[in-house]
């Protein structure tokens, strides 16, 4: 399985973008799908995750109200909207997939820790100017 990841670029503080990530030869469904992302200097961390059977979304709290992950079927894609970024925004991004199932009292642990996930995409840019 390929992820081919898109829509990274440079945007103003306050701005929007939209990151899309399309798994090849499976359906997005299959897949527990996460975004993380890696500032100069710093470890990956993970940003926002939606589970594998249902639409349960998790996010970290540096973002929580500004972006939004979702999956989009007929597209077969995941999508993260990113919303009032701010400089500290910069990173590359990279979104994941996962073959694990999680439940309730779970899933918040799991989706956190990259190592759950099988695929990765190349990462896309994201800059964010003041």
């Known amino acids: 399985v390929q992820l081919q990841a898109s829509g990274g670029g440079l945007v103003q503080a306050g701005g929007s973008l939209r990151l899309s990530c399309a798994p090849s030869?499976?359906?997005?469904?299959?897949?527990?799908m996460g975004w993380f992302r890696q500032a100069p200097g710093k470890e990956r961390e993970f940003v926002a995750a939606?589970?594998?059977?249902?639409?349960?979304?998790y996010y970290a709290d540096s973002v929580k109200g500004r972006f939004t992950i979702f999956r989009d079927n007929a597209k077969n894609m995941a999508t993260l909207q990113m919303n009032f970024l701010k400089p500290e925004d910069t990173a590359v991004y990279y979104c994941?997939?996962?073959?694990?199932?999680?439940?309730?009292?779970?899933?918040?642990?799991?989706?956190?820790?990259?190592?759950?996930?099988?695929?990765w995409g190349q990462g896309t840019l994201v800059t964010v100017s003041s």
């Open positions: 030869g499976r359906t997005v469904r299959s897949f527990a």
């Open positions: 939606i589970r594998r059977d249902v639409p349960n979304t």
């Open positions: 994941a997939a996962g073959s694990f199932s999680c439940i309730v009292s779970t899933c918040s642990d799991l989706l956190r820790r990259r190592e759950k996930y099988d695929y």
